[in-house]
């Protein structure tokens, strides 16, 4: 699955920029205007609510929201019950780590094509040591305020959104890793890209774009840019956050980082303020990590760049590569009132299975199409029904294209379009059929 602005896939845009970039144009030019209404400005005093609650949570329960502790749970059935009253389908997600139990939150909005799903993710937990309200209070708090803008809005997005909020990534991506090895190979490619946010209100804060992906990166730059913030590459730690899990499995991935342990330098210091010398965290995993260890304009700027990720990202609908097309020519006569007939198309040469939108062009002559019931039959025989018959429809002729979800099936073999006519007088002939893989 390639995730794609209108009418252009990633691999589209990753050459683009690629030649633009080397011919030294600006990589802007390389994106096509989104058609997307304009993302809401998401308001830094609700996402400093949430940090608000993360405090108490962590106070009320011995002081942080770690792994197998109760201030975990706590966190988590806070996020839910703010999803669940703004409309999301919400699910806990149970594993078990160290001795201990943990839990994943997923979010979907419900709509858009969920063939193109557009993830966004944060993990909840924080360490031990600390109530971990920059690390990671602050990208689950602004995930789950974009979230709840998405509801503001009642966005009908063309491609489907989720949200993640994880367990146990400070024990190695534990949760995350947990979410992606439970689904499906076909699960796995329905998500066409996945945000991660962790750490984004850093006191000393840096403007951390994670480079993995091209559109996604340059969709976060893009906002960046438009406020006339820079940013720079995120290099503290590729692999460290819950995105790693993800992109492990192919999944394009992008982020947004505000610095951690690492020392911020004076040429940083020059284009973003703050402290030279100092690192953009110097509470990171402490006990310091309270609300005091926010910086409102970081929280801020990175949450709005997330609402414009989503608003950019999840519309417009997709365009498929050009796929390959395999084709039968030969007429097939079909017996009035008789046994089915079958043509056949031979696909060689792929890997794995065949597609969830596999496109099946039908090109029949008939002097009566309501006598036709069509079927797509998969190598291994099984069916899937493109047309009915039906008494009333007498126009000529089914010059139409299917579209069937044949990700259950081998995409090499023998693969049959069936037509049998089942009522009296009218004739026609299969002229060609052809698979567009
Ligand atoms: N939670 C991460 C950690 O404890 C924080 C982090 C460090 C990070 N480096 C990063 C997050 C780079 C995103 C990108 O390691
Ligand atoms: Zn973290
Ligand atoms: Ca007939």
Sequence with gaps: ???????????????????????????????????AAAAPDIPVANVKAHLDQFQSIASANGGNRAHGRSGYRASLDYVKAKLDAAGYTTTIQQFSYGGSTGYNLIADWPGGDTAQTLMTGAHLDSVSSGAGINDNGSGSAAVLEAALAVSRAQLQPDKHLRFGWWGAEELGL??????????SSTERSRIAGYLNLDMVGSPNAGYFVYDDD????????DYFAGIGVPTEIETEGDGRSDHASFKNVGIPVGGLFTGAGRTKTSAQ?????????????????????????INDTALDRNSDALAHALWTLSSGTTVPPDGDVYENTADVSIPDYGPA????????????????????????K???????????????GSTYRLKNSSGGDSAD?????????????????????????????????????KLTF
């Design 1 to 35: 699955m390639k995730l794609s602005v209108p009418g252009r896939t990633l691999a589209t845009a990753t050459l683009a920029l690629a030649g633009l970039l080397a011919a030294g144009a600006p990589a802007q030019a390389a994106q096509s205007a989104p058609s």
């Design 174 to 183: 534990v949760g995350s890793r947990y979410y992606v090895s439970s689904l």
């Design 214 to 221: 091209t559109l996604l990166e340059q969709t976060f730059k």
């Design 269 to 293: 210091a020059q284009k973003w303020g703050g402290t030279a010398g100092q690192s953009f965290d110097r509470c990171y995993h402490s006990s310091c990590d309270t609300t005091a260890n």
């Design 341 to 364: 007939v079958t043509s056949t198309v031979n696909v060689s040469g792929r890997s794995g299975n065949a597609p969830s939108a596999l496109k099946v062009g039908v090109d029949i």
């Design 366 to 380: 008939h002097t009566y199409r309501g006598d036709l019931v069509i079927d797509l039959v998969a190598p291994d």
């Design 397 to 433: 002729n089914v010059i139409a294209t299917y579209t069937v979800d044949a990700s259950s099936e081998a995409a090499n073999g023998a693969w049959k379009l069936r037509v049998q006519d089942v009522a009296r007088w009218d004739t026609g002939y299969i002229d060609s059929w």
